[in-house]
């Protein structure tokens, strides 16, 4: 039984090498994933960006909770913030960063998270810094890597940008919001009593 164990672990250091040495490639052509869209993001160059999405299965969550399912889409939104006619961003550049290496869960399927810092400029000039986290799920398509899905989140409760754009619409940004939850409270107040009446 001894001898059985000793050769299977002397048989998993002789393999490990050569798997290490299959994803180091894989490993590469994921980092050159993070530098395009980074560099895409940070200019706006959405066809620069379009060959490392997903064109079967794309889903980008961004800090503000909006949910897209294709490139045309979140263009579109990008648009809104940074071209719109309301719009108080006129530019973004991001600095993202693994924490570890891709973990795979299988031969076409990774995951990988990390942090960004980013940098947002607003149309009063005003420039503000905030660190982000993501999480991407990646695929493999036709012998590519592409990113299949990200989710983007931001500190709530500490949130630069929030702060700035809270400035420029005057202070009200949260109002909406604030008053939705005061009528959400006085109803469900309201259902409580009268179940109990």
Request: charged share 25%.
């Amino acid at each position: 039984m001894r001898q059985v164990l000793v050769l299977a672990l002397l048989a998993f250091i002789l393999s490990a090498p050569a798997y290490a040495g299959e994803r180091d490639a894989d490993h590469e052509a994921l980092r050159g994933i993070l530098k395009t869209s980074s560099e895409a993001l940070s200019s706006a160059d959405f066809d620069k960006l379009k060959p490392v999405l997903s064109s079967k299965n794309l889903t980008v969550v961004t800090v503000d909770n909006q949910r897209f399912k294709s490139l045309d889409e979140f263009k579109a939104y990008w648009d809104k913030m940074f071209n719109g006619p309301t719009s108080l961003l006129k530019g973004l550049k991001v600095e993202p960063t693994a924490e570890a290496q891709t973990e795979f869960l299988s031969d076409n399927v990774g995951i990988v998270d990390g942090t960004s810092k980013e940098t947002y400029t607003f149309r009063d000039g005003d420039v503000r810094d905030m660190t982000t986290r993501w999480t991407a799920v990646v695929d493999k398509e036709d012998g590519n890597w592409k990113i299949a899905q990200i989710h983007f989140s931001a500190n709530v409760l500490d949130n630069p940008v929030l702060s700035a754009a809270q400035k420029a619409a005057g202070g009200n940004i949260m109002l909406p919001g604030l008053v939705g939850f005061a009528l959400g409270s006085l109803l469900l107040g309201f259902l409580g009593r009268k179940k109990t009446a």
